[in-house]
T-cell receptor
Framework: KQEVTQIPAALSVPEGENLVLNCSFTDSAIYNLQWFRQDPGKGLTSLLLIQSSQREQTSGRLNASLDKSSGRSTLYIAASQPGDSATYLCAVRPGGGSEKLVFGKGTKLTVNP | GAGVSQTPSNKVTEKGKYVELRCDPISGHTALYWYRQSLGQGPEFLIYFQGTGAADDSGLPNDRFFAVRPEGSVSTLKIQRTERGDSAVYLC????????????FGPGTRLTVL
């Protein structure tokens, strides 16, 4: 059974700092991995999607990497801003024909002005 | 273009009552998913539709939960004899066909069972 873990559970940083959020998964047989942002009381906003054949994806100040063989992904946020404060969720789409996403519990990020 | 929409945004009901939650996917998306998110947890998969049929309902917790998508677009999640433990945010997502596509989520319906 695929399990996804995100460390740390919460992170507080001063504005301007570069930071890394970690995601690990137990079964390396995945189709893809997706990073989401969730603001309090809101739905999920897709940030980046990495296919199993890819090593990384970039969008603006965000860079996500994938090491499928070791079951790890990182989300790098450059020059953090208070507006980046949110919960960041990692989700994998398992292989073997599964269509569902398996989520971690998320990392709650606070960027202090 | 419009994203995934869900109605109502909030639903408060009493234990034992029946509720329906609605999801309007992005136009043209053939795949539709329901997830449930409890406080402090990540979303958990409930059911997946490809077109009108439920292709995977392995996440439905018990037979009180049922979902339909009669015309391959709008979907309704139905919960019978609600229990306090059903309280959660119910999220809907849609995706173009194919395993390699992103899922796009709606804002969710917050269900509270008193």
């Amino acid at each position: 059974k695929q399990e996804v873990t995100q460390i740390p559970a919460a992170l507080s940083v001063p504005e301007g700092e570069n930071l890394v959020l970690n995601c690990s998964f137990t079964d390396s047989a995945i189709y893809n991995l997706q990073w989401f942002r969730q603001d309090p009381g809101k739905g999920l906003t897709s940030l980046l999607l990495i296919q199993s054949s890819q090593r990384e994806q970039t969008s603006g100040r965000l860079n996500a990497s994938l090491d499928k063989s070791s079951g790890r992904s990182t989300l790098y946020i450059a020059a953090s801003q208070p507006g980046d404060s949110a919960t960041y969720l990692c989700a994998v789409r398992p292989g073997g024909g599964s269509e569902k996403l398996v989520f971690g519990k998320g990392t709650k990020l606070t960027v202090n002005p | 273009g419009a994203g995934v929409s869900q109605t109502p945004s909030n639903k408060v009901t009493e234990k034992g009552k029946y509720v329906e939650l609605r999801c309007d996917p992005i136009s043209g998306h053939t795949a539709l998913y329901w997830y449930r998110q409890s406080l402090g947890q990540g979303p958990e998969f409930l059911i997946y539709f490809q077109g009108t049929g439920a292709a995977d309902d392995s996440g439905l917790p018990n037979d009180r939960f049922f979902a339909v998508r009669p015309e391959g677009s709008v979907s309704t999640l139905k919960i019978q004899r609600t229990e306090r433990g059903d309280s959660a945010v119910y999220l809907c997502a849609s995706s173009p066909a194919g395993a390699y596509n992103e899922q796009f989520f709606g804002p969710g319906t917050r269900l509270t069972v008193l």
